[in-house]
């Protein structure tokens, strides 16, 4: 089945860049739209973003200032870098397949988006 | 920002049935496809329900969604206590251009 696993070092110090790697197994990263989910300490998921094949990104904006989102086909893996970290930004950071749809419905664009496979997550705590 | 509201807590007997809100707006519950996530303490997310009310491959049918308007609902039928979890309901946000998640739900089964 597909696995999906997270990466990266656990600590960061603060004002620096957070990189973290998500190596996709049994899939393709030539498919589907590949996001990054955050959850701070017992608080609830924030999107981040995702990243397409195609070259299409797309980001929350809250973090579309400091988040960058890429696709190495070749090496099936999906990678964030996050910048300018603060203690804020201490969370469990997750790696998610998403399905995305949008289908025009009498002139209007109806989404589907939806994560049906995810990775078990990796810890960042940003502190000096 | 917009928000998806959910209860914090639910809690219900072995058995019995519990239904989890979640209420949005005409930016995303309203046109776009609701989907839950089931998340057992210390462990990642995993897909109940996509597509409001359809379930992935392997998940009961004790599980089961609905939408109606801006709001959205997961019942869980025949509790087990391997039910208890913190549940999230999620929705494409049109001003968000992205996934909005609603806050979580604690399912206690008591």
């Known amino acids: 089945q597909v696995q999906l696993r997270e990466s990266g070092p656990g600590l960061v110090r603060p004002s620096e860049t957070l990189s973290l790697t998500c190596s996709v197994s049994n899939d393709s990263t030539s498919s589907h739209y590949w996001s990054w989910i955050r959850q701070p300490p017992g608080k609830g998921l924030e999107w981040i973003g995702y990243a397409f094949y195609t070259g299409s990104l797309n980001y929350n904006p809250s973090l579309r200032s400091r988040a960058t989102i890429s696709l190495d086909t070749s090496k099936n893996q999906v990678s964030l870098r996050l910048n300018s970290v603060t203690t804020a930004d201490t969370a469990m950071y997750y790696c998610a397949r998403g399905s995305l749809l949008g289908t025009a419905v009498r002139g209007v664009v109806i989404f589907d988006y939806y994560f049906d496979h995810w990775g078990q997550g990796t810890p960042v705590t940003v502190s000096s | ?110």
Not at chain 2, 73 to 88: H, K, N, S, V
Request: charge should be neutral; include cysteine; charged fraction near 10%.
């Open chain 2, 1 to 110: 920002q917009s928000v998806l509201t959910q209860p914090p807590s639910v809690s219900a007997a072995p058995g019995q049935e519990v239904v989890i809100s979640c209420s949005g707006s005409s930016s995303n519950i309203g046109p776009n496809y609701v989907s839950w996530y089931q998340q057992v303490p210390g462990t990642a997310p995993k897909l109940l329900i996509y597509e409001n009310h359809k379930r992935p491959s392997g998940i009961p049918d004790r599980f089961s969604g609905s939408k109606s308007g801006t709001s959205a609902t997961l019942g869980i039928a025949g509790l087990q206590t391997g039910d208890e979890a913190d549940f999230y309901c999620g929705a494409w946000d049109n001003s968000l251009n992205g996934m909005l998640f609603g806050g979580g739900t604690k399912l206690t089964v008591l």
